[in-house]
């Protein structure tokens, strides 16, 4: 949209000035803003321009205007300038990162615990499963001789083992034939083929021996299960209520229900091209969201996984500042999972912050 220097300075300004304080903004406070550079009537003509266009509306109970979604989307696309994160707000971001010696699900959830403490927003968090993962290799270790611990790894590299304890004694032979029937039959299967060759198998097993295949190959399922399936993580929901838009508990309520429950992940929306997405009120598809805006943004897990990470919060969210936080942790998450590093903070990332 072809608009004048002067009418995005004050499209610019009372976007500002709403994000901070969720009031209609007035021709008063621009004017202060701009720095009384421009009148108040000027102000107030080109405000009512700007309302025409659509990128303003008029609340029925007050003079000020407030932003519309095409305004915001306007501002998110040509007017936004960078925010620089504080030095608090990237260590912060590092300390947790820290956790990447813990498992993938745990580290994916408290990022969405600090994203929703670092933007006072809800947050969602999830790891994209692979589309095909097979079983590369079991071993089975003696633990004594009513235990053994089950190892498997995936051809993604995935390694995870279980401890069983069994009601009676196994020889070390019989570990090892158990062992070598393990690879030789259920390697390189995917979810969808293991369970028909374990039922294959279950017509030519003796019963003892088919209860310890099944245990094992039970074991390999769950792995392979956990992998494919895309896990979201919520956090901060009580967010919501501390915000002036939706403390009206039954604009709350569907949107609360939304991300508090056991949401299918591909209802969730994705960064596609661009590691970082924002959608603005209707853009949203869901209609939980359509009142509000999400922004997504997307990290490099290795060997074929991507996770995403994001918020959701009003229209008016400050997106300068969301669209900067969830970029250094995106890339600070990539960096982590791909070389065990984080990022170095810089001035080009940060801003010191005064006491």
Do not use: C, W
Not at 48 to 60: Q, V
Not at 119 to 135: C, E, H, M, Q, W
Not at 265 to 276: H, I, K, L, R
Not at 305 to 331: E, F, H, N
């Amino acid at each position: 949209m072809d608009l004048s220097e002067r009418k995005k300075a004050i499209l610019r300004a009372i976007i500002e000035s709403y994000i901070q304080s969720a009031e209609p903004v007035g021709s008063k406070a621009i004017a202060e803003a701009l720095g009384r550079r421009v009148s108040s009537a000027t102000i107030r003509n080109e405000m009512a321009d700007l309302e025409g266009l659509g990128l303003l509306e008029k609340p029925h109970t007050s003079a000020g205007r407030i932003p519309s979604p095409k305004g915001y989307r306007l501002y998110v696309n040509e007017l936004m300038e960078a925010h620089k994160l504080s030095l608090q707000e990237t260590e912060r971001i590092n300390r947790a990162l820290r956790l990447k010696m813990q498992e993938l699900d745990r580290v994916v959830s408290e990022a969405g615990r600090v994203v929703a403490q670092l933007t006072n927003y809800p947050a969602f968090a999830l790891s994209s499963g692979f589309d095909r993962v097979t079983i590369r290799r079991f071993d089975l270790l003696m633990v004594e001789r009513n235990a053994f611990i089950i190892v498997v790894m995936t051809d993604t590299n995935v390694v995870r083992n279980k401890l069983v304890q069994l009601p009676t004694d196994l020889t070390e032979a019989q570990l090892q034939m158990l062992n070598t029937l393990l690879n030789t039959t259920f390697t390189g299967l995917t979810l969808g083929e293991i369970t028909p060759e374990l039922m294959r198998v279950a017509q030519h097993a003796a019963g003892d021996a088919y209860g310890l295949i099944s245990l094992v190959v039970s074991f390999a399922i769950e792995v392979l299960e956990s992998l494919e399936h895309r896990r979201v993580h919520t956090a901060g929901l009580a967010h919501l209520l501390e915000l002036p838009e939706y403390r009206d508990l039954e604009r709350a309520q569907p949107l609360m229900s939304y991300l508090s429950e056991d949401q299918d992940a591909n209802e969730f929306p994705v960064p596609t091209g661009d590691p970082m997405r924002i959608l603005i009120g209707p853009e949203n598809v869901v209609d939980a969201l359509k009142d509000s805006s999400v922004v997504v943004a997307s990290y490099d897990i290795g060997g074929g996984m991507r996770g995403i990470i994001g918020v959701v919060g009003p229209t008016r969210m400050d997106y300068a500042k969301i669209t900067a936080r969830l970029s250094y942790l995106a890339q600070g998450l990539t960096r982590l999972f791909g070389h065990g590093q984080l990022p170095e903070p810089n001035d080009e990332q940060h801003e010191e912050v005064s006491h």
